[in-house]
């Protein structure tokens, strides 16, 4: 398993932006899929996006695709969330969760990180 940190979330006028970051501090990121995921409030945790471990392939979920990126920089440890056209509804606690399939199923990462706050409202 690998100890993940979330950052970058806060409170953000709908049409905003937010850049996510989750470091890994007691493994290197390199050979993990990185999945990012949100749970709003009073909801169960859905996917957002996922990223393979050499960063060559990516999916979203299509709630979010074409306004989130997800990229990976293995060299900083580091995964982000790029989200841009935020809307009301992506409201959420976002986690990052590092295992060894590329997936959009929780289920299958090993790691996950305590979450970032994400707040959309005017």
């Known amino acids: 398993q690998v100890l993940l940190i979330e950052s970058g979330g806060g409170l953000v006028q709908p049409g905003g932006s937010l850049r996510l970051s989750c470091v890994a501090t007691?493994?290197?990121?390199?050979?993990?899929?990185i999945g990012w995921f949100r749970q709003p409030p009073g909801k169960p945790r859905e996917f957002v996006a996922a990223?393979?471990?050499?960063?060559?392939?990516?999916h979203y979920s299509n709630s979010v695709k074409g306004r989130f990126t997800i990229s990976r920089d293995d060299a900083q440890n580091t995964a982000y969330l790029e989200m841009n056209g935020l809307k009301a509804e992506d409201t959420a606690l976002y986690l990052c969760?590092?295992?060894?399939?590329?997936?959009?199923?929780?289920?299958?990462?090993?790691?996950w990180g305590q979450g970032t706050q994400v707040t959309v409202s005017s």
């Open positions: 969760a590092a295992g060894g399939r590329y997936t959009d199923f929780g289920g299958a990462y090993d790691s």
């Open positions: 007691s493994r290197a990121l390199v050979n993990y899929n």
């Open positions: 990223i393979n471990e050499n960063g060559g392939l990516t």
